[in-house]
């Protein structure tokens, strides 16, 4: 009893070197794989590959073919400041900025209760003047009858010569007063048109079809045609015609031989950067400006566009040749240098944040020093221009100052 109690305090050696072993090696594979993670993570965040960038770009085809560019402004060639020929006070006024008006439309009114009634006598005048002809003609009418029955009478010395002078002197005196009725009445219809004139001039029409740009007075407003008085206003508004439009840039005198009458042009305006216009060299101003060394070059708008404005910054491209329908639209644009090519797959490393990931694109077709890109990147976008061969996808970025 006594040994079989000390052999149970004896240590078993084989079984506490077996349990380390054992452990040990579970712990390996787990080691490795944070050798692998300590090494992955020291290459992507410990190293970057310096590259140059390059961003995504929209352009329209018509840049292509660009021979000249210049900056101008929008100006109506048919613009006018509509004021009064006299002096007087609104009464009223029919219009607004922005309202269209056609030829004759009643723009503002101006006092006219004395004009008016000139108007009215005048008329007066010319009935009354007409009534004394139709007399006039009537008296004229039984002279003649007593002057020829007077004559006939004569002839058979029926009448004494007293009798018959004094009917040829009322025959002539009615052929007078027949005359000066005439003249009355041309004296009263020359007075009515001077009347009618004058009541016009208190009615401030429109020229012809414009909008209205500016309303410079109001209604109490005193209006003069010098505006030389003192609180008194000259043109009541500004009109413009909008078919007139066009953008008036100055082309140096150097670069004057890449214009020609008629030159397809394309018209971007500050106010729509996204919107082209298409134009039409209109006019080649013949002076020359000294102190610029330049000359205007009037282009025309081809297309009616409500979003043009008189005196909006205009840049104006000069081509080669006018624009056909499918170029109107802008094209995503990119540096051939920046596309990979493998086989029929075309890729290029797109910049996210600070890592380069490698992206499948499709292109178009060329579009001067550029390749058009039809889908995977979009305009804004920043891709690396001649990648190296040691740039991978996920590799760390660093973008070179320029």
Do not use: W
């Amino acid at each position: 009893m006594a040994n079989e109690d000390l052999s149970k305090l004896k240590i078993d050696k084989s079984a506490s070197v077996a349990a380390p072993v054992r452990r040990r090696r579970a712990l390996y594979p787990v080691i490795a794989i944070i050798v692998i993670a300590l090494i992955g993570a020291f290459y992507f965040t410990g190293t970057s590959v310096e590259v140059e960038v390059y961003n995504v770009a929209q352009i329209y085809p018509s840049q292509t073919f660009t021979l000249l560019n210049a900056s101008g402004y929008v100006v109506a060639q048919r613009k006018a400041a509509v004021a009064s020929k006299i002096t007087g006070r609104i009464v009223s006024i029919n219009v607004e900025e922005g309202n269209h008006v056609k030829k004759g439309d009643l723009i503002a009114r101006l006092e006219n209760e004395d004009v008016s009634a000139m108007y009215e006598q005048a008329r007066a005048n010319l009935d009354a003047a007409r009534a004394g002809l139709e007399q006039a003609k009537a008296e004229l009418h039984d002279a003649d009858i007593t002057f020829n029955r007077y004559k006939e009478l004569m002839k058979s010395e029926l009448v004494s010569k007293n009798d018959y002078d004094s009917a040829e002197a009322r025959y002539k005196k009615a052929v007078a007063a027949v005359a000066e009725a005439e003249a009355s009445i041309n004296a009263n219809k020359a007075a009515l048109s001077g009347a009618e004139v004058s009541l016009e001039y208190t009615l401030i029409r429109a020229p012809f079809d414009a909008v209205v740009l500016t309303k410079n007075a109001d209604i109490g407003d005193i209006v003069t045609p010098l505006g030389a008085a003192a609180n008194a206003k000259a043109a009541v508004v500004t009109i413009a015609d909008m078919g007139s439009l066009q953008v008036e840039a100055d082309v140096s005198e150097a670069n004057l031989q890449y214009v020609k009458l008629g030159q397809p042009c394309e018209i971007q305006l500050d106010a729509f950067p996204d919107s082209r216009f298409r134009g039409l060299v209109h006019m080649i101003v013949p002076t020359a400006d000294r102190s610029k060394a330049s000359v205007m070059i009037k282009v025309k708008f081809l297309d009616n566009d409500s979003r043009i404005l008189p005196e909006m910054s205009a840049k104006v491209a000069f081509l080669q040749r006018p624009v056909a329908p499918e170029e109107q639209k802008p094209r995503t644009v990119i540096n051939p240098a920046a596309v990979i090519k493998n086989g029929s797959k075309k890729t290029v490393f797109l910049v996210k944040e600070d890592r380069a990931v490698e992206t499948s694109i499709s292109t178009g077709e060329q579009l001067g020093d550029m390749i058009e890109v039809l889908s995977g990147i979009k305009a804004g976008d920043r891709v690396v221009l001649k990648p190296l061969d040691k740039l991978k996808d996920g590799v760390r970025v660093k973008i070179q100052e320029k």
